[in-house]
């Protein structure tokens, strides 16, 4: 319990350390008047009849926590003046409620808001599951063969590693929709495991969510080499 708790603290005053040597660094644009040097896609995974994965102890469901993430994501980027395009702000799908196939619809439509963004990368945000409960730790997924969006995979899970102690030690390649349907570098991020009665607790606190999102930030930010 101290031990973890101490873990914590360790991780939080790294993440510190590591924004105020970035923000320091940052040029002007991104701490004056907002010009959206850089835009980008925050996707919030699943969405109306698609819950998506079940914490296992609370019953909370990834496509509520996804948007509570993506929200904050939200929130810390554009702080530092990145424009942000949602491919979803509400607990609805993003498809026709007549429509037969749902989840083709639902994809189709994020696919055409990602494409016509002219963003510089998307971040698709969910969280993973397990039949297992011990099964545990943040990991990013790009499309293989795709070696700007193994960059960004890689830039955003090192910061992970130095931020999350249950962290997977590598990004991984992931065969989804999201990281296809278009040309921009584009990254799953699985924020852990709703399966790991643990690791539900602690993705449902805020400081968790808000140590998440800096890292992903954090992690954009050297990817994008400022
Ligand atoms: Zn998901």
Redesign the pocket.
Known sequence: MCLNLSKKYIAIFILIILIFSFVFALPSSFTSTPNYTYKVVIDA??GGVDG??VGRKTGKD?NSL?LEYAFTLKQVLERFNIKVIMTRTNLNGLYNSFSVNKKKDDMLKRKEIITKSGANLVISI??NSHSLSSPKGAQVFYKEGDLTSKGLAESIQRIFVQTLPSAKPAPSIGDYYILNCSDIPSVII?CGYLSNPQEEALLLTESHRQLVCYSIFIGILKYLSI
């Open positions: 995974g699943h998506g994965a990834e996804n969910h969280m699985e």
